[in-house]
């Protein structure tokens, strides 16, 4: 099992990035795959997770109505497309994913804590200047 992330980079206030978690080893199917941030000095950060079958999604605050998640099962392929990116959205970015079923459980009103899953990416940087 191996997650890539890419498409980080540098990234005025404002503007949009579009981050890509490429996965293989296993086939896209009924998984939660999570998105999650780093700042440095602070926690990791749940930002984002997607079940892979019905697509349902859910967002942390922070983002709601800025971040969309999405998947490509065909392509194997997660998608956190970034809009209006804020300075604070300044991070390194991971996904993951949880092949539990127990991930999924109540998927619409919570997002999965760090623990639950199971593979992680490596990240990749995301900087926002003000």
């Known amino acids: 099992v191996q997650l890539v992330e890419s498409g980080g980079g540098l990234v005025q206030a404002g503007g949009s990035l579009r981050l890509s978690c490429a996965a293989s080893?296993?086939?896209?199917?009924?998984?939660?795959i999570g998105w999650f941030r780093q700042a440095p000095g602070k926690e990791r950060e749940g930002v984002s997770c997607?079940?892979?079958?019905?697509?349902?999604?859910i967002y942390a605050d922070s983002v709601k109505g800025r971040f969309t998640v999405s998947s490509d099962n065909a392509k194997n392929m997660v998608y956190l497309q970034m809009n209006n990116v804020k300075p604070e959205d300044t991070a390194v970015y991971y996904c993951?994913?949880?092949?539990?079923?127990?991930?999924?459980?109540?998927?619409?009103?919570?997002?999965?804590?760090?623990?639950?899953?199971?593979?992680w990416g490596q990240g990749t940087q995301v900087t926002v200047s003000s």
């Open positions: 997607i079940g892979t079958s019905d697509g349902t999604t």
């Open positions: 993951a994913v949880g092949f539990e079923a127990e991930v999924l459980r109540d998927l619409n009103v919570r997002l999965p804590d760090a623990t639950e899953y199971d593979y």
């Open positions: 080893g296993f086939t896209l199917g009924d998984y939660a």
